[in-house]
């Protein structure tokens, strides 16, 4: 952490980030780039440890696959009472079928992007978000 993240840190500003996909690889390039930009980053495998780390951890925001093993990023989304929790949800995803966006967002989804994302955009969007 630089100096200017700690004092960001000191002052409990950091926003923490919760990232629950099952690829190792999009959720480390995710996390760098949001920690880049001064976010604290928590992971996730799949949505079972994703609701599990939601609980634990009491993230501002979460970053969500749709497809994953054990429990899909849609499912996990109909578990959690996003509006008791008041917990902000992005998935980033490859899907495009209109029925899984029309179900992401009953199931109180902010918003959709498509994979490969551009992360630049991504970090934008959690910023428009959480601050």
Request: charged share 25%; aromatic share 2%.
């Amino acid at each position: 952490m630089n100096t200017a993240d700690k004092a960001v840190a000191a002052r409990g500003s950091v926003k923490k980030i919760l990232i629950v996909d099952d690829s190792e690889t999009i959720r480390q390039s995710v996390a760098s780039a949001l920690e880049a930009a001064g976010f604290q980053v928590v992971q996730a495998r799949d949505g079972l440890e994703g609701i599990e780390r939601i609980h634990a951890e009491k993230p501002a925001m979460v970053i969500l696959d749709v497809n994953m093993p054990r429990l899909n990023g849609l499912d996990m989304l109909e578990r959690l009472d996003l509006k008791r929790l008041i917990l902000p949800v992005l998935l980033l995803t490859s899907e495009v079928q209109q029925s899984m966006i029309a179900r992401a967002k009953q199931a109180g989804a902010r918003g959709w992007m498509v994979k490969p994302v551009k992360l630049d955009q991504l970090v934008e969007a959690v910023k428009r978000i959480v601050t």
